[in-house]
């Protein structure tokens, strides 16, 4: 029951109408018996900084950031977590001692449903990140940490990929990283262990299929980090040509577990969640 004590979780994105965050927020909240509601913001980019400011002023439990926002918003925040620093974007706000806090889940998330839903481990692999925004920082991060092998990058905007190697580099680490340009990416794509999605083409059916179904094969993971639709036209082509496929369901979950924690304190059963966003 919503009363004068209900504390307020929420999403900050633009658009949040596809998100699924707070069936499975709610879900656990409700289990947990935890008296507060997750809702989905649709703030638009030149908003945010006063979206922040007003959930500050009503003493909100905590938030998640997604797509455009997970850069912007380290302006907005008291503090930065180490996890935070090293991806260059936020996905969790949280408040502690009074300042908030932004931290980053994306990444572990990631890492874990590669590892538990693909059986996929990424050390000494080749991968290839398509997309080179807030999600791919994070994803990036923790495939270097984790010891991948090569890591190709690719964005249209290359300044943007630019930003990601720079700011790898400063983690100290060995994976070799390739900035690569369109008219390489089909031939990189055929001999890579691992091709990630972390761009937004696939939510909609007019979007076009990233990658040319030929460069798939049995030996290759396909990660979209879409999860609706379930199967984009990228895994659909994939599924086709005998590849693993995954979509972005897991990482939802894990990475949203992972943020309720921050918030409550306490571990979420995470089967729940996903249960309740595929509608089980």
């Known amino acids: ?3 004068s004590k209900t504390k307020l979780i929420c999403l900050l994105g633009h658009p949040v ?3 699924k965050s707070p069936e499975m927020q709610n879900v656990a909240l409700e289990l947990d018996e935890i008296n507060a509601k997750y ?3 649709d703030v638009k980019p030149e908003n945010l900084k006063e979206a922040v400011e007003g959930l500050k002023a ?3 439990m905590g938030a998640n950031v997604t797509i455009p926002h997970k850069e912007n918003i380290m302006k907005y925040v008291d503090e930065l977590t180490e996890e935070a620093r090293n991806i260059g974007a936020v996905n969790t706000l949280y408040i502690k001692k009074g300042k908030l806090i932004g931290d980053n889940t994306d990444g572990r998330g990631f890492i874990l449903s590669l590892m538990e839903d693909g059986g996929f ?4 692999k080749k991968i290839l990140i398509l997309g080179a925004g807030g999600a791919a920082k994070a994803i990036s991060t923790k495939l270097v940490m984790e010891e991948a ?8 905007d290359e300044q943007k990929s630019e930003m990601i190697t720079d700011n790898i580099k400063k983690i100290n680490v ?3 990283i390739k900035i690569i340009k369109k008219c390489e990416i089909e031939e990189i794509a055929k001999s890579v262990d691992l091709i990630v999605n972390c761009t937004p083409v696939g939510m909609k059916e007019s979007d076009p299929l990233l990658l040319n179904g030929n460069v798939f094969s049995e030996k290759q993971l396909v990660f979209d980090l879409i999860y609706n639709p379930k199967k984009t036209k990228l895994l ?5 040509k005998g590849a693993k496929i995954l979509n972005g369901l897991g990482m939802l979950v894990y990475q949203g577990a992972l943020s309720f924690e921050k918030w409550t304190g306490k571990k979420p059963n995470s089967n729940k969640m996903k249960n309740k966003i595929e509608g089980e």
């Open 236 to 240: 659909l082509e994939a599924e086709k």
């Open 121 to 124: 481990d990424p050390k000494d």
């Open 149 to 156: 092998r090569e890591l190709n990058i690719f964005d249209l």
């Open 39 to 41: 809702m989905a913001f």
């Open 58 to 60: 009503v003493n909100f």
């Open 1 to 3: 029951m919503i009363n």
């Open 17 to 19: 109408g596809h998100s």
């Open 174 to 176: 060995k994976t070799e």
